[in-house]
């Protein structure tokens, strides 16, 4: 079945350091979306990617498709106390109907 | 509030025992998926419905499992029988298919513990 990885499982990271985690399907992408969990709470939306090589921007963080569609990539540039959580990314399933996650990434930044 | 609610946010229960949860979707959202989440997981997709249609369910989805949507609105979650390997965060989410595709608005969850 359809695979979604994440490295690394881990990241600490010294505040003011950058930050990066990556996302790969075992199968091409229609699309992707990045979703943020703090500690204790929900996954909340971040933002989705629908073009091969597509690079989006939101303030310090930076997301990029893959040009086959299969990887993708985030990176948060001077990391913040408030960038703390989980990120994680997902996949249309085969039928394009629901999302298969990926394990995520764990975000610690050390003040 | 006009977001994703559920109840109970928790629940403990005894093996063998059933339960049952309530998820209230964002009102315009025609979409609604529940999730089952581990520690150190990401979500594991259980089903999802359009309006009342259950369209899906994940091969997750034992016998024990069955989730209904009346009338398109609120959804309920029921497990049988629970068993500790239940236990777990049991998400829903919503999302509104005209808009971003896919977009999901996640509710806080429900965190069930079978002793």
């Known amino acids: 079945g359809q695979q979604v990885m994440q490295i690394p499982q881990y990241q600490h990271v010294q505040e003011g350091e950058d930050f990066t985690t990556y996302c790969n399907s075992s199968?091409?992408?229609?699309?992707i979306q990045w979703y943020k969990q703090r500690p204790g709470g929900h996954p909340v939306f971040l933002i989705q990617?629908?073009?091969?090589?597509e690079v989006k921007k939101q303030k310090r963080l930076t997301f990029q498709f893959g040009e086959a569609k299969k990887n993708s990539s985030l990176h948060i540039t001077a990391t913040q106390t408030t960038d703390v959580g989980t990120y994680f990314c997902?996949?249309?399933?085969?039928?394009?109907?629901?999302?298969?996650f990926g394990p995520g990434t764990r975000l610690s930044v050390l003040p | 509030d006009t977001g994703v609610s559920q109840n109970p946010r928790h629940k403990i229960t005894k093996r063998g025992q059933n339960v049952t949860f309530r998820c209230d979707p964002i009102?315009?959202?025609?979409?609604l998926y529940w999730y089952r989440q581990t520690l150190g997981q990401g979500p594991e997709f259980l089903t999802y419905?359009?309006?009342?249609?259950?369209?899906?369910k994940s091969r997750l989805l034992s016998d024990r499992f069955s989730a209904e949507r009346p009338k398109g609105s609120f959804s309920t979650l029921e497990i049988q029988r629970t068993e500790q390997g239940d236990s777990a965060m049991y998400l829903c989410?919503?999302?509104?298919?005209?808009?971003?595709?896919?977009?999901?608005?996640f509710g806080p969850g429900t965190r069930l513990t079978v002793t």
């Open positions: 989410a919503s999302s509104f298919l005209a808009g971003v595709p896919y977009e999901q608005y």
């Open positions: 199968t091409t992408l229609s699309n």
């Open positions: 990617l629908v073009k091969s090589g």
């Open positions: 997902a996949g249309p399933n085969n039928y394009g109907q629901n999302f298969v």
């Open positions: 009102s315009e959202h025609n979409r």
């Open positions: 419905f359009q309006n009342e249609a259950q369209l899906e």
